[in-house]
Nanobody, 119 residues
């Protein structure tokens, strides 16, 4: 079991920046993907960005060029730097851990952190 704790959400004006952090603890596999998802009010949860343990990244089209995902494998952390924020980025942001090694395993989710962008 992997536990995830997010931090860094808050209220920011359009065009501003926020940095989200996620600390993972527990039985962390060497081969995994960590991701940030978000769930806007009244909408489904969607993938924002992901990064593999090898450093490969993937971004939703809506955040490309504005958001950057990074990780520190030694510290078991993943971060999401969000720049040029827009009201459409308002959502609860969730950290996700997915083991992708030979034996696989279950996803783990953080409790979520609120990001609100005012116009």
């Amino acid at each position: 079991q992997v536990q995830l704790v997010e931090s860094g959400g808050g209220l920011v004006q359009t065009g501003g920046s926020l940095r989200l952090s996620c600390l993972a603890s527990g039985s962390i596999g060497r081969v995994n993907t960590m991701s940030w998802y978000r769930q806007p009010p009244g909408k489904q949860r969607e993938l924002v960005a992901s990064i593999t343990s090898g450093g490969s990244t993937n971004y939703a089209d809506s955040v490309k060029g504005r958001f950057t995902i990074s990780r520190d494998n030694a510290k078991n952390t993943v971060a999401l730097q969000m720049n040029s924020l827009e009201p459409e980025d308002t959502a609860v942001y969730y950290c996700n851990y997915r083991p992708t090694g030979f034996f696989g395993g279950l996803d783990s989710w953080g409790q979520g952190t609120q990001v609100t962008v005012s116009s």
